[in-house]
């Protein structure tokens, strides 16, 4: 199975480290992803555990007081002709990245619109930008490509929506021409980066199914980045669960939903809220995400953990294997670990989890 899939992005190792006034921050801690061409695959975990600057290092737009300190992020593609290649973007000066890879084969959707949209330039103008930057696309061919995106991306009346500024636009719109803009030069990955967090609920469901529909029909790979494991469960083929800036826990997406093994990945399952849930109160993981200014040895799950162990406070876990596809990096899979089940709440939730998937005939 694995030798006919086509790995296009191989993150090896990845170290990345910024400096600030208060001293250095260890901020991404040997971080590994593999992503094959046509999957999804999410990145998940609190805000400041580093999914974002992850992808960063992917985009290469790092802050300039980061420094990788280790790893290389390679990623392969195909040229005009037909010829592969794989290229460790780490290596590359930006104006090379520039150049052949933002935009053009690695776009990227972030989570304001605002942010990402110029409001002096048209809606139109900013489509097309990529295309006659990268392709040299003549002018009126960019344009017809542009209403042809704006259409696609399900937004109405799109010759006239070319001509508006981003403030005319509702927040949903202003997304969906930003996804119009990363896919305009048909790249090989789409990173999202929280796309539905500044929407409402409604208007979120539309833009996840329409980045599902669009990798559909073009064949792209999806990374996801978001706190959100609802919206995991809507999209992603395999998960990397994020503490820290370090992998915890990867699987497929039924893997994750249906037997996490590490208690961090516990405590985000069991803080996924739930119409019918007979609590009170939503579950919340104890205490706050670590300071990574003073790094201390061990686990740095461990102060939040319930279940941690001795050996958490002085050794940091390695990643055990559960299965072909599975791993986590907690000492409770070591053989010597004292037998430690998930809560049971969970594991209701779970079990209600794989019926309500086995009525509606899917996976999750």
């Known amino acids: 199975m694995s030798d006919e899939r086509e790995k296009i992005l191989k993150i090896k190792d990845l170290d990345i480290s910024f400096k600030t006034t208060a001293g250095v921050v260890h901020a991404i801690r ?3 992803i593999d992503l094959y061409k046509g999957e999804t695959v999410a990145i998940v975990g609190e805000s400041g555990s580093g999914k974002s600057v992850t992808m960063k290092a992917v985009m290469g737009i790092l802050a300039s007081n980061a420094t990788v300190t280790n790893g290389t992020v390679e990623f392969s593609y195909h040229h005009a002709d037909g010829s592969p290649e794989t290229v460790n973007i780490l290596e590359k000066n930006k ?3 520039r150049k052949h890879i933002n935009g053009k084969r690695i776009a990227m959707v972030f989570q304001d619109p605002m942010t990402s949209l110029d409001p002096t330039m048209t809606i139109g103008k900013q489509i097309m930008e990529g295309m006659i930057w990268h392709f040299k696309t003549p002018k009126k061919e960019a344009w017809a490509k542009s209403v042809q995106l704006l259409k696609e991306v399900g937004i109405e009346d799109a010759e006239k929506r070319m001509k508006n500024y981003p403030h005319q636009l509702s927040g949903g719109m ?6 119009a803009i990363a896919l305009a030069c048909n790249p090989d990955l789409l990173i999202c980066d929280e796309p539905t967090t ?8 539309k833009i996840i199914e329409l980045i599902k529909r669009v990798q559909k029909e073009r064949g792209i790979s999806v990374i ?7 919206v995991v ?20 997406i039924n893997e994750i939903f249906y037997e996490p093994k590490h208690p961090y990945t516990w405590g985000l399952l069991s803080a996924m809220p739930d119409l019918d849930t007979d609590d009170e109160r939503l579950y919340t993981i104890p205490g706050s995400p670590p300071n990574l200014l003073n790094e201390k ?3 740095a799950f461990a102060p939040r953990n319930k279940y941690a162990l001795e ?5 940091d876990p390695p990643m055990f294997q559960v299965s072909d596809t599975h791993y986590a990096a907690t000492w409770l899979l070591d053989p010597r670990a004292p037998k430690a089940e998930m809560p049971q709440e969970l594991k209701n939730r779970i079990e209600k989890m794989k019926k309500e998937a086995n009525g509606h005939g899917s996976g999750l």
């Open 224 to 230: 996801y980045i978001t706190h959100d494991l609802g």
């Open 174 to 179: 202003r997304q969906r021409v930003v996804i």
């Open 311 to 315: 050996i958490d406070e002085k050794v």
């Open 30 to 32: 040997g971080v590994n």
């Open 198 to 205: 500044a929407l409402d609920v409604t208007i979120q469901a």
């Open 95 to 97: 104006k090379w990245i």
């Open 233 to 252: 469960a809507k999209v992603a083929d395999y998960v990397n669960v994020m503490y820290a800036g370090k992998i915890v826990e990867k699987g497929t």
């Open 297 to 299: 040895p061990g686990d």
